[in-house]
């Protein structure tokens, strides 16, 4: 089991839809992390927060909206999205800051379908 | 960008037999991770060697580093049905994010 809780495991959703994807950690962990999964690919970094603040936003659509509302909960708001955003969307926290390159911890993921 | 490749990209074994991945890297790192994903989860945490390591055991689990050659390897000795997943090399430099590797896709029939 994973000490980084994401819901909800799978989501379906259309391309006028409003979705919100969570994630929870209770370690104490400082930095918290969006990655986007395709298959048979490896995590792509999305957005960083380091102390509740972003800190790293790698090109992202505006269509995803990250939100830190504190040092447990990290939310991805998503809108209008299209199929390709289809994806396994993994959070993960670590103990350092993420320049740190400190060990990751992944939740589950939620599996997003958009159709 | 994505800096660590991976070698084998898929590696079918017998159970009880070792199994090896190979990554390899284009800059200075600070340290090397290893990770593992099982079909549709998360990733697992599995090892982490620093720069001034060379070789580092975490039970049935052997990483190498070379830096001079800027590659690792990960060596699963007596390999089990639930060692079959995904294994990914990530890559950490000094004022920069992990960079993931391809992966190696392992599957260990019993």
């Known amino acids: 089991d994973t000490e980084v809780t994401q819901t909800p495991k799978h989501l379906v959703m259309g391309m006028t839809n409003k979705k919100s994807l969570k994630c929870e950690q209770h370690?104490?962990?400082?930095?918290m992390y969006w990655y986007k999964q395709k298959a048979k690919k490896p995590p792509e970094l999305m957005f960083v927060?380091?102390?509740?603040?972003?800190?790293i936003n790698e090109s992202v659509p505006s269509r995803f909206s990250p939100e830190c509302p504190n040092s447990s909960l990290l939310n991805l708001h998503l809108h209008a999205l299209q199929p390709e955003d289809s994806a396994l969307y993994l959070c993960?926290?670590?103990?350092?800051?993420?320049?740190?390159?400190?060990?990751?911890?992944f939740g589950n993921g939620t599996r997003l379908t958009v159709t | 960008s994505q800096q660590g490749e991976e070698d084998p990209q898929a590696l079918s074994i017998q159970e009880g037999e070792n199994a090896t991945m190979n990554c390899s890297y284009k800059?200075?790192?600070?340290?090397l991770q290893w990770y593992r994903q099982n079909s549709g989860r998360g990733l697992v945490h599995l090892i982490l060697?620093?720069?001034?390591?060379r070789e580092k055991h975490s039970g049935r689990l052997r990483v190498t580093l070379d830096t001079s050659k800027k590659s690792s390897s990960l060596l699963i000795t007596a390999s089990r049905a639930a060692d079959t997943a995904s294994y990914f090399c990530a890559t950490g430099n000094a004022g920069n994010m992990l960079t993931f590797g391809g992966g190696t896709r392992l599957m260990v029939k019993p």
């Open positions: 060697i620093r720069s001034n390591e």
């Open positions: 370690m104490g962990h400082r930095a």
């Open positions: 800059t200075s790192i600070n340290n």
């Open positions: 927060y380091s102390y509740e603040k972003l800190s």
């Open positions: 993960a926290s670590s103990r350092g800051e993420g320049r740190t390159n400190s060990p990751l911890h």
